[in-house]
């Protein structure tokens, strides 16, 4: 299985202060609460809702962007767009890949933006990764190891991108992703199955076999 794969450990994004990098949000009566006091539009309630998760989105978007104040500005995004979101949501999925959907719908537009604007894609940055990578064993011993993992995620295409950093990061299950890139489960499973094996090629490892 793709889960019992050994995946290279996605380095912690800097910054993104607030909250905690997994949040315990999820306790069912905690998380009750707090949807009702959404529905009756309690900004405190909100508030609540960044800090619990705003660490969790800032990471997914730095992964996904490469780039702190760019994460930062997609953050804020997402949130103004989770607050307009609001009534329309129905809580019938956890806050947290709520949130990771909306955050990944606004990195798309970003991406889609700047292509369109003419910008260097970030899928160019593969040809200034080094052709040697560290053993296995050293390979997260250093910073820097974790910036060429980085910059190895970076290098991948963007559809196995996101669902590497939904997956192994965010911690989200098959159906959750599915829902949120609006794809079959089968094409998740694919996408990571062939995401970690290029990722792994690009830190210059042998791929294991892992089954999809």
């Not at 607030?18 to 609460?33: K, L, N, V, Y």
């Not at 490469?66 to 953050?75: I, Y």
């Amino acid at each position: 299985m793709i889960g019992s794969a050994r995946v290279p450990r996605l380095p912690e994004a800097a910054g993104g202060e607030r909250g905690s990098p997994h949040p315990q949000a999820g306790t069912r009566t905690g998380e009750a609460d707090l949807l009702r006091r959404l529905r009756q539009n309690d900004r405190s309630a909100f508030e609540e809702v960044i800090d619990r998760h705003h660490r969790s989105v800032y990471g997914q978007l730095w992964h996904l962007c490469g780039d702190a104040e760019t994460a930062a500005d997609l953050t804020q995004e997402t949130f103004l767009q989770a607050w307009k979101s609001l009534p329309t949501f129905q809580g019938r999925s956890a806050l947290r890949t709520w949130l990771a959907t909306i955050a990944v719908r606004v990195w798309q537009r970003w991406r889609h933006g700047r292509a369109a604007e003419g910008h260097v894609s970030l899928d160019e940055l593969a040809d200034t990764l080094p052709d040697t990578t560290p053993g296995p064993a050293e390979l997260f011993e250093s910073r820097a190891a974790q910036e060429q993992v980085q910059a190895a995620l970076r290098a991948l295409p963007p559809d196995y991108r996101e669902t590497l950093v939904m997956f192994y990061l965010q911690g989200l299950k098959y159906r959750e992703i599915a829902t949120a890139l609006e794809i079959p489960i089968g094409t998740v499973k694919s996408r990571l199955h062939n995401g970690l094996l290029r990722l792994k090629a690009v830190l210059g490892e042998t791929p294991e076999e892992v089954a999809p």
